[in-house]
């Protein structure tokens, strides 16, 4: 079997395929109340749970609307 490398993690489309299946059953059951689903780290990375978005300090700072100089 031929299988096409795409750079991700050097998986190939068909394993990324097969993950985009799994983490989706994975996401439907962490629906359902006290159930803990499990994502191993390239799962998670994959739905972007260590995305950084939060504020910097400064940012924070900045849209304080009462600060005193």
Do not use: C, H, W, Y
Not at 7 to 16: A, K, P, Q, R
Not at 49 to 54: N, S, V, Y
């Amino acid at each position: 079997m031929n299988k096409t490398k795409n750079g991700i993690n050097g998986m190939s489309v068909e394993d990324l395929k097969i993950m985009d299946e799994i983490i989706d059953a994975k996401l439907q059951d962490a629906e359902i109340p006290g159930f803990q689903a499990e994502f191993d780290p390239m799962e998670a990375e994959r739905i972007g749970a260590f995305e950084e978005d939060a504020l910097s300090e400064q940012d924070a700072l900045d849209s304080v609307i009462d600060q005193q100089a």
